[in-house]
């Protein structure tokens, strides 16, 4: 936003306009648009205060002095308006791929952050070690006690952390910087009057819910109070442990709420002709009719009402139809011209049932403005697309009108896939080698129960030929025979489970099977190499969630490594000590050895792919461990032992 009643002050700098010149929203504000980038050409200055609009290209400056070709929008907010409004976008010369890049993080940026609306990231941790105090103080009524205890309410708001804040944040709750937001504690933005709203959205987080949505009064730094819309979403696993996104709308001045999303009628011009983000406008009055009617029968969760009538989300799908569209929606969507989509309704371009589509209309129906999410839709033609869908509702709710912003990300989406398809390819050949690796393991474990089988097959006969038959014996003999066999079946089949490349669903496992079965697989190369294996758990240990095949690998992967590492280790002083433990809703187990521990090169770089001192090594066991505990929502941590030796920290979230 450029104010011209000051000789063209710079007043609005977001963080795409940061990405084109270099220079930081707090650097940029105040100065003169002509000393800064340069001034607009004197047929756009006359041009936009005859029409109220310009479009062209010129010549900028960055900050690092050299100069930039971008694409201006230059527009008067008003008839009478002495603010201008001037989109820009860089023109590119580059590689394709890299312009299609610049130009996708560019198009997220200048959408989201144009966006009224103030985002902060909390670490909430410190409230979950409070809300585990209660629970261990015998507090079962977890609401009433918050109800009774406002204190703990303000120490639960002081224990929260603020992680980052963005550039809205700063003119909704300053005076000062991102880091004067950042450094203040929490409570300070809550009046006393709005505890109770604060200790709602910890209730609605510890009862399960996925969202919470209310209104409640907020206090800036300079103890200005406002009315804001408090939006906050519990992802599975974040709730007491990682951090979370909560958003505020000011909802105390309508007027500038409205301008800020785009309402007025030269901003959303300049929008919906933005040729590079597929921008259309939704409207569906039957379905506001349908929400008001629905909450008047008093119906609250919405996500309830859908489980018990499926085919809403497809109703409401067929009554959403487009009223506008721009150029690149056109594309988007493979039509010959906006008419092919105006007045058509969203059927057939979503999937049945959409999930996405399902998410956004419970966030309608609970007054959230803003919905964000990838979604697979349909071309005209059938063909799908993958796109970044993001919904903005209209502030008036009876109006059932939304505006949806869509970037196509079909080729991120298969980059990720292929991605993903190569890691599990690079895993299946780290198992490979492991199975390699304990083949002589393998062969002492199936040889036990075949050997069993055998003997037992010789006792059998022998009873068979006996003048007199021992019935009762030959029984008890032929069931241990039937045992070993199906023992060797289930040997070979956890070895066939281990060496096949594909995909096993997460389940709720025991760690402490992980590791009893992880043992007896290794237990003839432990045997051989004179190594004593101890473990110290702790008396109470939670599942975790994941793929019992794959956390063998990791276990196996992470011993086997330990036993190579103790080669020159005298006899009798070889030792695994693993233990398993838990700590704030993680599940931790660690594989300690008592090897020459760590070289500072491996410590600069633990997970480096294809280094390897193993002559029929990959390299990549460990990159592979790091792969699949990331992928189950964990880590691994490396360290050296004080006494000697290297130790591994696989670490899970609880389930």
Same mark, same amino acid.
């Given at each position: 936003?450029?104010?011209?009643?000051?000789?063209?002050?710079?007043?609005?700098?977001?963080?795409?306009?940061?990405?084109?010149?270099?220079?930081?929203?707090?650097?940029?504000?105040?100065?003169?648009?002509?000393?800064?980038?340069?001034?607009?050409?004197?047929?756009?200055?006359?041009?936009?205060?005859?029409?109220?609009?310009?479009?062209?290209?010129?010549?900028?400056?960055?900050?690092?002095?050299?100069?930039?070709?971008?694409?201006?929008?230059?527009?008067?907010?008003?008839?009478?308006?002495?603010?201008?409004?001037?989109?820009?976008?860089?023109?590119?010369?580059?590689?394709?791929?890299?312009?299609?890049?610049?130009?996708?993080?560019?198009?997220?940026?200048?959408?989201?952050?144009?966006?009224?609306?103030?985002?902060?990231?909390?670490?909430?941790?410190?409230?979950?070690?409070?809300?585990?105090?209660?629970?261990?103080?015998?507090?079962?009524?977890?609401?009433?006690?918050?109800?009774?205890?406002?204190?703990?309410?303000?120490?639960?708001?002081?224990?929260?952390?603020?992680?980052?804040?963005?550039?809205?944040?700063?003119?909704?709750?300053?005076?000062?910087?991102?880091?004067?937001?950042?450094?203040?504690?929490?409570?300070?933005?809550?009046?006393?009057?709005?505890?109770?709203?604060?200790?709602?959205?910890?209730?609605?987080?510890?009862?399960?819910?996925?969202?919470?949505?209310?209104?409640?009064?907020?206090?800036?730094?300079?103890?200005?109070?406002?009315?804001?819309?408090?939006?906050?979403?519990?992802?599975?696993?974040?709730?007491?442990?990682?951090?979370?996104?909560?958003?505020?709308?000011d909802i105390s001045d309508r007027v500038q709420a409205t301008r800020q999303l785009g309402e007025a009628s030269t901003r959303r011009k300049m929008l919906m002709d933005v040729p590079t983000i597929a921008l259309s406008e939704l409207a569906a009055p039957e379905t506001s009719a349908v929400f008001k009617r629905l909450r008047a029968e008093g119906v609250t969760d919405l996500h309830a009402y859908i489980d018990a009538h499926p085919g809403f989300v497809d109703e409401v799908a067929s009554s959403l139809h487009f009223t506008a569209v721009n150029d690149a929606t056109v594309r988007l969507f493979g039509a010959r011209s906006a008419e092919d989509l105006i007045g058509r309704s969203l059927t057939?371009?979503?999937?049945?049932?959409?999930?996405?589509?399902?998410?956004?209309?419970?966030?309608?129906?609970?007054?959230?403005?803003?919905?964000?999410?990838?979604?697979?839709?349909?071309?005209?033609?059938?063909?799908?697309?993958?796109?970044?869908?993001?919904?903005?509702?209209?502030?008036?709710?009876?109006?059932?009108?939304?505006?949806?912003?869509?970037?196509?990300?079909?080729?991120?989406?298969?980059?990720?896939?292929?991605?993903?398809?190569?890691?599990?390819?690079?895993?299946?050949?780290? !198992? &490979? #080698?492991?199975?390699?690796?304990?083949? %002589?393991?393998?062969?002492? @474990? +199936?040889?036990?129960? $075949?050997? /069993?089988? =055998?003997?037992?097959?010789?006792?059998?006969?022998?009873?068979?030929?006996?003048?007199?038959?021992?019935?009762?014996?030959?029984? !008890? &003999? #032929?069931?241990?025979?039937?045992?070993? %066999?199906?023992?060797?079946? @289930? +040997?070979?089949?956890? $070895?066939? /489970?281990? =060496?096949?490349?594909?995909?096993?669903?997460?389940?709720?496992?025991?760690?402490?099977?992980?590791?009893?079965?992880?043992?007896?697989?290794?237990?003839?190369?432990?045997?051989?190499?004179?190594?004593?294996?101890?473990?110290?758990?702790?008396?109470?240990?939670?599942?975790?969630?994941?793929?019992?095949?794959?956390?063998?690998?990791?276990l196996a992967n992470l011993m086997v490594n330990a036993i190579q590492a103790m080669d020159g280790t005298p006899e009798g002083k070889r030792r695994i000590d693993l233990s398993l433990r838990t700590k704030e809703g993680i599940v931790l187990l660690e594989v300690a050895d008592t090897g020459p521990g760590l070289s500072a090169a491996f410590r600069a770089e633990p997970f480096q792919t294809f280094r390897t001192s193993k002559p029929d090594g990959l390299g990549i066991g460990l990159t592979i461990c790091r792969s699949i505990a990331e992928a189950h929502g964990g880590r691994i941590e490396v360290r050296d032992r004080s006494h000697g030796g290297a130790a591994f920290t696989l670490a899970l979230?609880?389930?």
């Open positions: 936003m450029i104010s011209t009643a000051d000789g063209a002050l710079i007043t609005s700098w977001n963080l795409a306009a940061t990405a084109i010149y270099g220079w930081q929203p707090q650097e940029a504000l105040g100065e003169a648009l002509a000393d800064l980038v340069g001034p607009y050409p004197d047929t756009a200055i006359e041009e936009v205060r005859n029409r109220g609009i310009w479009e062209g290209r010129i010549e900028r400056r960055r900050r690092d002095r050299s100069t930039c070709t971008v694409r201006i929008r230059l527009a008067r907010a008003a008839q009478a308006d002495r603010e201008w409004m001037e989109v820009s976008s860089p023109v590119e010369t580059g590689h394709p791929a890299e312009i299609a890049l610049a130009a996708s993080e560019y198009r997220y940026r200048n959408l989201f952050g144009a966006v009224a609306a103030s985002f902060w990231e909390l670490d909430f941790s410190g409230v979950g070690a409070l809300l585990r105090e209660v629970r261990e103080q015998g507090v079962t009524d977890i609401a009433a006690h918050l109800r009774a205890t406002p204190t703990l309410i303000r120490a639960m708001m002081r224990a929260t952390r603020i992680v980052d804040t963005n550039d809205r944040s700063i003119e909704m709750f300053g005076p000062g910087t991102k880091r004067d937001l950042i450094t203040t504690p929490l409570d300070q933005y809550w009046p006393e009057a709005s505890s109770a709203d604060f200790a709602e959205s910890i209730l609605s987080a510890i009862s399960g819910k996925p969202r919470h949505v209310a209104e409640t009064r907020m206090r800036a730094r300079d103890g200005r109070e406002f009315d804001a819309l408090f939006t906050v979403s519990f992802l599975p696993g974040t709730v007491g442990n990682g951090t979370l996104l909560v958003g505020f709308t057939g371009l979503v999937q049945p049932g959409c999930d996405v589509l399902r998410r956004s209309i419970e966030g309608a129906y609970d007054r959230q403005p803003i919905f964000q999410s990838e979604i697979r839709m349909f071309k005209l033609d059938g063909a799908p697309v993958d796109t970044l869908f993001c919904r903005v509702s209209s502030p008036d709710p009876a109006s059932g009108e939304a505006v949806i912003a869509q970037i196509d990300i079909t080729e991120q989406v298969k980059a990720r896939q292929e991605i993903e398809r190569m890691r599990q390819q690079s895993a299946h050949a780290s !198992r &490979i #080698t492991l199975l390699g690796q304990l083949s %002589a393991s393998i062969v002492h @474990e +199936i040889s036990q129960p $075949i050997t /069993a089988i =055998a003997m037992h097959a010789a006792a059998a006969e022998r009873l068979a030929r006996a003048p007199e038959a021992q019935l009762e014996k030959l029984a !008890r &003999i #032929t069931s241990q025979i039937g045992q070993n %066999a199906l023992r060797t079946g @289930e +040997i070979v089949e956890r $070895i066939r /489970a281990l =060496a096949a490349n594909r995909e096993i669903p997460m389940v709720s496992l025991s760690m402490t099977d992980i590791v009893a079965e992880t043992r007896l697989l290794l237990q003839q190369e432990l045997t051989e190499k004179g190594i004593q294996v101890t473990l110290a758990r702790d008396a109470v240990l939670p599942n975790v969630c994941g793929d019992r095949i794959q956390l063998q690998q990791v979230p609880a389930a």
